[in-house]
């Protein structure tokens, strides 16, 4: 069976050159662009930020992250979400809980309420990351202008290059991209070679990841101690962080429904989502301001000096923000999930690490990451790369292989961080 499977495929014709070259003009045009939305969105948001937390407070004779600001804007902002929500049209899009990164294709006139909704929710502070909405905001743009612009190409590439595009933006490599990418082709009868399937999008995410990195110029390595050779210690080390932090994780996705119906009971969005903010705002009180925002820049804080924290604080900062990413799933916030659990996986790992000095803490820092991904996106290709991609250690890479075995023996087959519109979990 397997030697008939290897020559079927051996066999496959593949694709000529002449069809897959007029892929390669319309993939860098939607790389480009939705990088550059991508980054216009970010900057727009960036500066909101600044104004609701540091010149309004400053303004105001006010602590920047006192108690009292926290819980004043983050329910602030779930009222101006919850505006967005309810008034302007298309409702800034479905039920963010439903959806996952293959966003549907919306129709034009709900993209710019949902592009509003992501800015106001990044510079808000709810812990949530862009990735989600970005990614249907550059779907719909692409399918709607591809299809006007350019007919004769398949309608159902555009999607595809858009996807593409985004995920190689928000991490300024294509290589995400195109994990993402084989990883939602395999068990699919293909049309030629996986490397014919895959080039447009390889095009668009390389596009978008080399104008991203012009541009704003970004980077992941956390800059932690490097590491050395494994030993034994290091395996048993990495097989029980991963697996730990694949539990706590499942902890949060197993609660999600029930959490996303509590707030569906409240039943409409000017009340669920200021409630949310509220609540969203109790919890930083209780984790301090690191656990606010998506979590990019405040785990580079974290790793700057893994030793400024005791053990009981990372594990509070690890419980609140995975708290935190649940309400803000539930209530209604327009975001992504990665960038949140990655500062879960992060703040775990550096708990481990201060409870045990024996576990590296590059190691413990990319083992709770992989963990905390794999339970939450259910994505292995990206959790892999991603906690490769914080420690920047090739030596690191084979004991996340042997630890994502186990972790995802723990989620796999189990309910998805995401539901269906019935409010029943999605597996």
């Known amino acids: 069976m397997a030697q008939d499977t290897a020559q079927q495929a051996s066999t496959t014709p593949a694709t000529p050159a002449r069809a897959l070259l007029p892929l390669i003009l319309p993939a860098f045009v939607v790389g480009v662009g939705a990088s550059l939305l991508l980054l216009g969105v970010s900057a727009a948001a960036e500066e909101l930020q600044h104004v609701l937390w540091r010149n309004l407070p400053d303004a105001l004779g006010v602590g920047r992250y006192s108690v009292l600001w926290m819980l004043v804007v983050l329910t602030a902002t779930g009222v101006a979400v919850g505006l967005v929500v309810w008034k302007v049209p298309g409702h800034a899009g479905p039920d963010p809980a439903t959806t996952g990164l293959d966003a549907p294709v919306l129709p034009p006139a709900v993209l710019p309420g949902l592009l509003l909704a992501t800015a106001l929710m990044l510079a808000g502070g709810p812990s949530l990351g862009p990735e989600n909405p970005i990614i249907a905001v550059n779907v719909g743009l692409a399918f709607w202008l591809g299809c006007r612009l350019a007919p004769r190409l398949p309608r159902g590439l555009w999607p595809v290059l858009a996807e593409a595009a985004t995920i190689g933006a928000l991490f300024g490599t294509p290589v995400a991209a195109a994990l993402v990418i084989s990883e939602a082709l395999a ?211 084979a004991l996340l292989c042997i630890a994502s075995l186990p972790a995802w023996l723990l989620v796999t087959g189990r309910p998805q961080m995401q539901v269906h519109e019935d409010g029943t979990p999605f597996r």
């Not at 995410?205 to 704003?216: M, N």
């Not at 949140?340 to 703040?347: N, Q, T, Y």
């Open 187 to 397: 068990g699919r009868q293909l049309r030629g070679a996986l490397w014919d399937n895959v080039f447009g999008p390889l095009a668009a995410a390389a596009a978008a990841a080399l104008t991203t990195t012009l541009v704003a110029h970004p980077t992941f390595d956390l800059g932690l101690p490097a590491f050395g050779q494994p030993d034994w210690g290091d395996l048993l080390a990495v097989l029980v962080v991963a697996s730990a932090a694949a539990l706590l994780g499942m902890v949060a996705v197993l609660s999600f429904p029930y959490v996303h119906g509590a707030f569906a009971r409240l039943r409409h969005p000017m009340v669920a989502l200021p409630v949310g903010g509220l609540v969203l705002g109790l919890l930083a009180a209780v984790g301090g301001h690191l656990t606010l925002f998506k979590g990019l820049d405040e785990i580079g804080e974290l790793a700057a000096d893994p030793a400024g924290w005791s053990a009981g604080e990372y594990a509070t900062m690890t419980v609140v923000k995975l708290a935190a990413l649940l309400v803000a799933a539930s209530c209604g916030f327009r975001g992504g999930r990665i960038f949140p659990a990655v500062f879960v996986g992060v703040a775990f790992g550096l708990c481990a690490h201060a409870l045990v000095d024996a576990v590296h803490p590059s190691l413990g820092v990319a083992a709770g990451v992989l963990g905390m991904l794999l339970a939450v996106t259910r994505q292995a290709w990206v959790s892999l790369f991603v906690a490769a991609l914080l420690v920047a250690s090739s030596a690191i890479l």
